[in-house]
């Protein structure tokens, strides 16, 4: 025979399961509209860089520029002091950058690419785990990159390598957008299922308690 804990226990558990997956669907419906919105953004950052020469490469470094001081503002907002002030910052130079000149944008992607790689592998490494895999990958590729940049500057002068960089970085923009839009299309489904039935007599109020019979 059942004892009234165990009772209390089974009752609460398909409360508690129910109370969850409404909470994971809210949070997917807020979700995925932003991350598509980003990805497609990124996207069209990343096609205007190449098909539009100087004035794709300044929208390019301009959007980024934006798109990071707004990461870092929620960075400050959310505690993290350090990252969200150096983000801001960042971002706010880069979009200066690409309103003064395309001389200036050529500059910061010159510079700012190979080091942005060499940033990105640095934390992916120093995560751990599969990060770490993804970490050396990104290694490799801006010590390439790097390598290539210079290379172009010394034999083409640096507004030729500029255009490199300028490549690279809507390639990596366009990349960047892949795993946005596979999320939010992820996202999507988990708050288009059906909403799970709640148990008999229940009607939500006590699950944030710790659920019916708290």
Known sequence: MATPTTAR???RTPARTAARAATEQ???RRAWPVRAALGVVLVGLAVAAVVTGDLGARLLLGGLGLLAAGRGAALLRAGSVPAGAAAVAGG????AAAAVSAAATGW???LGVPLVLLAGAGI???RGGAARRAGTALLVWAVLVGGLVAATAASQGTGRAADVAAVVAALVTGLAAVPLLVAAAG???VARRPAPPRPLGCAGCACSGGGCGA
Not at 92 to 95: D, E, S
């Open 9 to 11: 226990t089974t009752a």
């Open 26 to 28: 809210e949070t997917a």
């Open 92 to 95: 706010v130079a880069a979009a």
């Open 108 to 110: 910061v992607l010159l």
């Open 124 to 126: 992916a490494l120093a």
């Open 187 to 189: 996202l999507r489904e």
